[in-house]
């Protein structure tokens, strides 16, 4: 589609799709603030296990969560290939670390799926639905779901 069709067109949604733990998820790109190389983070103590810690982007430090930990997945093996997805959630920048960016997808409304009614509850919470790209199925995430919980921090 044209980009000038897509500017007047509420019901088409571009999405950032990227792999984590082998499995392939999109966020909404009005989220992504930017797209990073990796960079270790320093540790946060008692931090919830999927926080990596913090990093200083352009002097202001931001967490970086393990989104495939966040996921109840597999933590991605650490190397440099790793890419931190900067992404702004509910007025804070959070940096989502993940193997790599795929695509950026533009999807009719009508291209995203509902999540499946035998998903878990915290499933339904964390997806907004499935986007079917070629042979591949994507989860859709809300990325609201993604901050830390009051009792995900550890004691």
Known sequence: MRASGFAT????RELVAFRTAGQDFCIDILSVREIRGWSRPALLPHAPTYVQG?????GAVVPILDLARRLGLEPI?????????V?????R???LLVEAVTDILTVPA???QPTPDLASETTRNMLRGV????????RLLDVAQLLPQADDVAA
Do not use: H
């Open 131 to 138: 986007v079917v790209q070629d042979s591949r199925l994507i």
């Open 54 to 58: 913090v990093i200083n982007l352009r």
């Open 93 to 95: 920048t959070v940096g």
């Open 77 to 85: 093996e650490d190397t440099d290939r790793n890419v931190i997805i």
């Open 110 to 112: 009508s291209g995203v």
């Open 87 to 91: 992404a702004a959630i509910q007025n």
């Open 9 to 12: 067109d509420p019901d088409i």
